[in-house]
């Protein structure tokens, strides 16, 4: 493949083309770049965020770039975030190439509060191809909490994996593997140690080259130390988990493009605590199937799940074929998901009325000039 700048027909060397090759460039950032009528811009990858720089990659060098003024004022979410592909011309970040996806969640802060669904959108990473969500086998492990991550997940389009660490506390850490993979229908699950190297060469096909994982858990589930037993070497502090709460502090604080020895590329996210939805996709459908195939059943099209008679789903629960607490906790997240896309309804049409009002305002000004005038 031959990078090529429009109007130009000039080429970039290959010295400069196979690392960005190696960093996970492909047809789609190139058909994209091929769209870009400047050639004094170079394409690079975010490897790193800071304060108020951004720490970009061609694959054999690093640097720092800021951010164009007129890129942080666009009302669309292209200001760059880790895994973004940017265009950068004198260490000056012009433009995001479009994505290819993006990890997004409702911005945090809102624990608690009435209406917790956040209306701002919060994106984790982009540029994805798979997601490990990381459980550890302590306190962290939480059924309920898989659950909602697979469908954050599966409402951004992505694909999960799902590892569970610290395997080296139980005897028998594959009856945890088999419980997770009656709620993670056809997700891989795997469990690792931290003490030492089980598990980890099941990971290693998901780390080849060009291959962008982003990492989501816990604090304390053992992010980094994964990220270091892959690498073979230390990349990310780590700190112990609290025994007296089980919790785990935000050792990683920043999101980074970690190069991987196995070819690949990890983004090792600081500890979720809340996990909100932005997007109201199809992750709930994909998350539990077994629920929505028996919905598609029910004698009326807007069961509830609740109380109506001809309801295949709570029949479902009658027979075992489901879990009465996996119901649940699919209705809460489908209550979530119904407020969320209906709030965010709401919000357009308020968006739409005042740009109309501001026309109206604008209109009933020049008429009032027109006058003065005549």
Not at 84 to 110: E, F, H, Q, Y
Not at 352 to 362: A, D, F
């Amino acid at each position: 493949m031959m990078i090529k700048q429009k109007h130009t027909n000039n080429t970039y060397p290959n010295d400069i083309l196979q690392p960005l090759l190696k960093m996970g460039w492909d047809s789609h950032f190139q058909i994209n770049l091929d769209n870009i009528c400047n050639d004094k811009v170079f394409p690079a990858r975010v490897v790193g965020v800071r304060r108020n720089s951004f720490l970009i990659s061609q694959g054999n060098s690093e640097s720092l770039a800021t951010v164009a003024g007129r890129l942080s004022h666009k009302k669309e979410n292209l200001f760059p975030v880790t895994g973004d592909w940017v265009l950068v011309s004198d260490k000056v970040i012009s433009a995001v190439l479009p994505r290819k996806n993006t990890l997004s969640r409702g911005a945090s802060g809102t624990h608690g509060k009435q209406g917790s669904q956040s209306n701002k959108e919060q994106i984790i990473a982009a540029n994805l191809d798979t997601v490990f969500i990381v459980c550890g086998l302590d306190r962290d492990f939480n059924i309920r909490r898989l659950e909602r991550y697979l469908t954050l997940v599966y409402n951004c389009g992505l694909t999960p994996l799902i590892i569970l660490t610290k395997a080296d506390l139980h005897q028998n850490p594959e009856h945890y593997v088999h419980e997770v993979e009656t709620i993670a229908f056809e997700v891989p699950v795997h469990f690792v140690s931290s003490k030492d190297s089980t598990g980890l060469a099941s990971l290693e096909p998901y780390l080849s080259q060009g291959q962008t994982i982003a990492m989501v858990g816990s604090s304390g589930a053992g992010k980094s130390t994964l990220v270091n037993r892959l690498s073979g070497r230390t990349i990310q502090a780590t700190n112990l988990v609290s025994e007296s709460v089980g919790k785990g502090k935000h050792t990683t604080t920043s999101r980074s493009l970690i190069m991987m020895p196995q070819g690949g590329m990890v983004i090792d996210n600081p500890g979720i605590r809340e996990i909100g939805f932005w997007d109201d996709g199809d992750g709930l459908n994909v998350a539990f199937p077994e629920i929505e195939s028996l919905a598609n059943t029910c004698r009326f099209n807007d069961c509830s799940h609740t109380h109506e008679p001809g309801c295949q789903v709570l029949y479902g629960i009658t027979t075992g074929t489901i879990r009465k607490d996996r119901l649940d906790s699919y209705q809460k997240m489908k209550r979530e998901l119904a407020y969320l896309s209906n709030r965010q309804s709401k919000s357009a049409d308020r968006v739409e009325k005042e740009r109309w009002k501001e026309i109206t305002l604008k209109i009933k000004a020049i008429n009032n000039r027109r006058n003065n005038h005549a």
